[in-house]
């Protein structure tokens, strides 16, 4: 986050009650892998154009773009109908098919099929039965989820949400809203409004419920929202600060930062049992907690040298070691779910604030960006993105950057601004 000490009183920006997210690609990305994606037969009748989603949703990766559909030397319908021999200069070594047919009911059936152009065999074919209308876009969603990992080996990021703060001026007054939505912006809802600030959403392991931390009473309170039922229950009021929750890896923890008895420490509160754990006794501030994948570490910002910094603390002997050492500023850590990478806020002298990966395997430290002022990291469940916050055109958007770095989109609101951004788990 920008100055170290706002990160546990920023009052996160964002409303627009009726806002869709909408997505620029970067076309920069020259190193894109060409793929072919022809029309679903029965496409033009459906609710949702499938193959368009999944051409969209790959190009969004950075890594593959969808070769226009004029540029195809034929549109067929099944493999039966492909003749190999016309597609060697495409440039694309797959081509998926598919089809859609509407049931008797008023459901659709989607088949989708994956076909190696050079060995001329299928590389997947699925079928998807009972779709409802609003169900196409998920099950597009799935069938690019599925050829990313085809092509990949790693599991496509796709059909998955994001949650986000939003803020918008309204008649003298700031409006927030804490929204959800899919990765590509669509189905946006929103989940908490209010006009006092909201901060700090953090998915639940199981993507069923959010943590976040709201004014409404007129302090920093802890919330947890089932978003099934809309219920929801406050878990932290302590006196003081309650701010920054942390989900453990399985569901039943969660880490805060609380100033009750003086300082800004980490605690550790056990969901069932509501007892609380100190888990950092130190007169510095130390906060944004973040969790090991096994659970045994609490990685944390501390300015307990100065500067702040990222410092970790086992669960099991309370030790605490400092973790990052370049540049003056590291904050806002974020552990990738193989345990392998350290993403953060980090800046040095008249470089300005960027995201920073840290390998933790080999001490290798990257700057990942070069959009300006740049905040709040996330991971996407597959670890091959980090979604974050930035500042573009006076006003707060968020962007998606690969783990190699290279912006390839942003995700913008017609008003307002966009930050806090946190990317939920796979959905099953």
Do not use: C
Request: proline share 6%; net charge positive; no cysteine.
């Amino acid at each position: 986050m920008k100055p170290f000490l706002a990160g546990l009183f920023l009052l996160l920006v964002s409303l627009q009650a009726q806002a869709v997210l909408t997505i620029e690609i970067n076309e920069a990305e020259a190193t894109a892998t060409p793929v072919a994606i022809a029309p679903f037969a029965g496409e033009a009748r459906a609710p949702q154009k499938i193959s368009q989603i999944v051409a969209f949703d790959l190009r969004r990766s950075g890594r593959f773009k969808a070769l226009p559909v004029e540029r195809l030397p034929e549109l067929p319908l099944t493999v039966a109908d492909i003749h190999y021999e016309r597609w060697v200069d495409t440039g694309s070594d797959v081509l998926l098919l598919g089809d859609i047919r509407k049931n008797g009911d008023g459901t659709w059936r989607v088949q989708a099929t994956l076909v190696d152009l050079l060995r001329r065999q299928v590389m997947f074919a699925h079928v998807w039965d009972g779709v409802t209308r609003r169900a196409m876009r998920r099950v597009a969603h799935q069938i690019a989820d599925r050829m990313y990992e085809a092509l990949t080996g790693v599991p496509g990021a796709f059909d998955t949400r994001v949650a986000y703060v939003l803020v918008e001026q309204r008649g003298g007054k700031t409006r927030y809203s804490l929204n959800v939505a899919d990765s590509d912006g669509y189905n946006e809802r929103p989940v908490l409004r209010s006009y006092e600030p909201i901060m700090s959403p953090a998915w639940s392991p199981d993507g069923n419920k959010l943590a976040y931390v709201s004014f409404e009473n007129g302090r920093s309170e802890v919330y947890i929202q089932d978003l099934r039922t809309a219920k929801r229950q406050r878990v932290a009021a302590y006196p003081g600060i309650n701010s920054a929750p942390a989900w453990s890896p399985d569901g039943k923890k969660l880490a805060l930062t609380l100033s009750k008895a003086g300082s800004a420490d980490i605690y550790i509160l056990d969901l069932r049992t509501k007892q609380l754990r100190r888990l950092t006794r130190h007169w510095a501030i130390e906060t944004e907690a973040a969790w090991s994948p096994d659970g045994k570490f609490i990685y944390f910002t501390s300015d307990r040298r100065g500067q702040p910094q990222i410092f970790r603390a086992s669960l099991e002997t309370g030790e605490v070691e400092r973790v990052t050492f370049e540049g003056t500023y590291n904050a806002n850590p974020v552990i990738s779910p193989n345990g392998r990478y350290l993403a953060m806020v980090t800046a040095a002298p008249g470089q300005g604030y960027h995201i920073g990966l840290l390998d933790l395997q080999n001490g290798d430290f990257r700057v990942l960006t070069r959009t300006f002022l740049d905040e709040s990291p996330s991971f996407a469940p597959n670890g091959e993105m980090i979604l974050y916050a930035m500042q573009r055109g006076g006003r707060g958007q968020l962007a998606v950057v690969s783990t190699e770095g290279g912006t390839s989109q942003y995700l913008k609101v017609q008003r307002g601004d966009v930050k806090e951004p946190d990317w939920g788990p796979y959905r099953y």
